[in-house]
Structure formats: C-alpha cells, structure tokens
Nanobody, 125 residues
Framework: QVQLVESGGGLVQAGGSLRLSCKAS????????MGWFRQAPGKEREFVVS????????TYADSVKGRFNVSRDNAQNLVYLQMNSLKPEDTAVYYC??????????????????WGQGTQVTVSS
C-alpha cells in the first residue's frame, strides 16, 4: 500500500509562485529517490526535478532551473516543489514519483516505481 498524494496546485498569474507538496506513505521514504514530473495537454510527461535520499543532491530540468526548488522532509515523508517566476508554459498536471532503493539520478518516467495522481497547476498570462 504505497500512496503519494500531491497538493498545492491551483491557478496563479504569470510571475507568481506556488508550492506543491507530496505526502508519501507505505514506502521507505528516506531510502527513496523522489521526483517531480509534469504533463501538459497533448504532450508527454516531462521530467522536472529529482532529489536524493537526504535531499543533498538535486537535478533539475533546464526549463525550470533557477526558478524551481525541491526539498524534502524525511521525518514527515514530504517532498516539496517551490515554483517561482511561473510562466504559462509551466501549466500542467504535476506528478510526484518515487523509486525505492535507488541512488542514481532518475529522469525517466519508466524508472520510477510509484506515482501520485497529480495536481493541476495553471499559470495565466
């Protein structure tokens, strides 16, 4: 029984900020690589960021580098995505994902074991 539940999505004006949260249960969270992906209508699911077990290493997609920040709280089984300077192009459903036991950088959807149901982020111009 693994669950990843995203929250924090919504409607925001361009240039604004949102913080997404992902609450995990049923998995060894502190020994799981966590990732955020997004999928816009008509497009493939896109890598956003991956964060290591302890949160000390993060890998960002070029499209969000410098604007988004990922963090995690292993005591609370939470991973966050702070999104700043949002653009209309950021509009998508954002998904939280987990890969238990892996220590490598993971940027492909096929490499993750578990997925949340997603939260909608809409950025208006």
């Amino acid at each position: 029984q693994v669950q990843l539940v995203e929250s924090g999505g919504g409607l925001v004006q361009a240039g604004g900020s949102l913080r997404l949260s992902c609450k995990a249960s049923g998995l060894p969270f502190s020994e799981s690589v966590m990732g955020w992906f997004r999928q816009a209508p008509g497009k493939e699911r896109e890598f956003v960021v991956s964060i290591s077990w302890g949160g000390g290493r993060s890998t960002y997609a070029d499209s969000v580098k410098g604007r988004f920040n990922v963090s995690r709280d292993n005591a609370q089984n939470l991973v966050y995505l702070q999104m700043n300077s949002l653009k209309p192009e950021d509009t998508a459903v954002y998904y939280c994902a987990a890969r238990s036991g892996s220590t490598v950088v993971i940027t492909r959807t096929s490499q993750y074991d578990y997925w949340g149901q997603g939260t909608q982020v809409t950025v208006s111009s």
